[in-house]
């Protein structure tokens, strides 16, 4: 490696200080596991792009994704509660290229719902099902999903239901780049139903980019709106 004495010779043998290791010609000092008082979750850092430095955590809770809240994504596993958690947080939520498998009748009330999905490649799929109501009712207003595919499954969730429903309590939303499909019986078999609203209410509706097939009766039924 070299010489350790002053002057000039041959090489002499050196010795290692602790923590480091040689292996052929690679010297490591490799880190500790963790770090005697350091607390990473107090360091401040600045997304790419921004000027205020923040903490990981305000950082990671500018949108929360299900795997948080215990969601495995391999369309097998039951995501149902995740998602639910996920959504309670009041955060949007962001959901992975995965297959999540949600199982219905499952109700969404938090106002202000957000699922941003990547487009084409995130899938809400059922997976079972009690019932005949909707697979998925939209219950508070403000509900927004960009890139989500809705599966309804009709191959394997055979049952009389709507596939998504904007209830009487959902007087706004605004899908984009969404595809609805397979829901199945011929007659709530929509893979997405807006209901009506009573008449002194002004009901906003964005459908932007969708995408329908698969439906036993109705890609989209608009029952009625202001």
Known sequence: LGRAAAGTGTPEPITLGAGLSLAGATLSAPLPAALPGANPSTALASATGTATPRSPADLLADAVGPESFGAVGDGIADDTAALSAAIGSGRPVRLGPRTYRVNGQWPISQPGTVLLGTPGLTVLKRGAQA????????????????????????????????????????????????????????????GLTILATAPEVLARHAIRHCEFSGNAAHGLWVQGTA
């Open 131 to 190: 019932g005949n109501g909707a697979w998925i009712s939209v219950q508070a207003p403000g509900f927004r999903a960009e890139g989500i595919i809705f599966d309804a499954n009709r191959a394997q969730v055979n049952v009389e239901s709507w596939g998504v429903l904007l209830t009487e309590a959902c007087t706004d939303s605004d899908l984009h780049r969404c595809a609805f499909r397979n829901a199945a019986g011929a007659t709530l078999g929509s």
